[in-house]
């Protein structure tokens, strides 16, 4: 299974950047999917989560600036992001827990390779 985030790049306070990402691979379900970011010199924070039946969860940072979405049948989950601060400069990464067919019973923490977002002040 494989999580390819894409979407990250320059931009400057006030902008705006989608990031998407993309499951593949012999998947039997998702449970959770979501957005976590890493800063240079900082722990990696959650940012955004989301529910198979669409409950989300945000963290206090970006409520009302960022929305988390996702696709079912892809699968995919996406992340707008609105109104972005020089402070929302990171690493963001996908992750999901899911399931695959070959070992349905087991439920697997999977992440993307990360994308850059840039916020310049």
């Known amino acids: 299974v494989q999580l390819q985030a894409s979407g990250g790049g320059l931009v400057q306070a006030g902008g705006s950047l989608n990031l998407s990402c993309a499951a593949s691979?012999?998947?039997?379900?998702?449970?959770?999917m979501g957005w976590y970011r890493q800063a240079p010199g900082k722990q990696r924070e959650l940012v955004a989560t989301?529910?198979?039946?669409?409950?989300?969860n945000y963290a206090d940072s970006v409520k009302g600036r960022f929305t988390i979405f996702r696709d079912n049948a892809k699968p995919a989950v996406y992340l707008q992001m609105n109104s972005l601060k020089p402070e929302d400069t990171a690493v963001y990464y996908c992750?999901?827990?899911?399931?695959?067919?070959?070992?349905?019973?087991?439920?697997?923490?999977?992440w993307g390779q990360g994308t850059q977002v840039t916020v310049s002040s």
């Open positions: 691979g012999i998947i039997f379900s998702i449970d959770n």
């Open positions: 989301i529910g198979s039946g669409g409950s989300t």
């Open positions: 992750n999901a827990l899911l399931r695959t067919r070959g070992a349905p019973q087991v439920l697997q923490n999977s």
